[in-house]
């Protein structure tokens, strides 16, 4: 096999994974990507940009263990505005009982935000 040969060969072969890199409607990377610091990543102003496309990919932010879309936490609502039995109770004159109940309700919505921002990563 000559030089040119060899040249021709080498030449067929990078533009064959050129083509496979930059030709396609994606990129797929089987290695770490590593970007360096002061880079930010630009994206479009149109329609938006998605990290995840089905609930069921996992992410994770600060080396914590990457997790699926977190569970719905369901709103609480006053009971004059049509809301069940654990909903916040709203009325005139409140006893500490249901003064109690309702900080209840309040404070463990607020402890599942935090277990998903935890699960999450961004809080520690």
Known sequence: MDEIQVRNI???EL???FASLFK???FVFEK???IMD???IQLGLGT????GTATNQKLGFFNV???VQQADIVALTDSLAGGSAGDIIETAIAGNDVLDSNFKRILGRINLL????RNLGPMA
Do not use: F, Y
């Not at 938006?48 to 990290?51: C, D, L, R, V, Y």
């Not at 935090?114 to 921002?117: A, I, P, S």
């Open 10 to 12: 080498i030449q067929q």
């Open 15 to 17: 533009e064959r994974k």
């Open 24 to 26: 396609g409607d994606r």
């Open 32 to 34: 770490l990507i590593q």
């Open 38 to 40: 002061g880079r930010n």
């Open 48 to 51: 938006g940009t998605k990290i």
């Open 65 to 67: 263990m990457p997790v």
């Open 114 to 117: 935090r277990t998903v921002l």
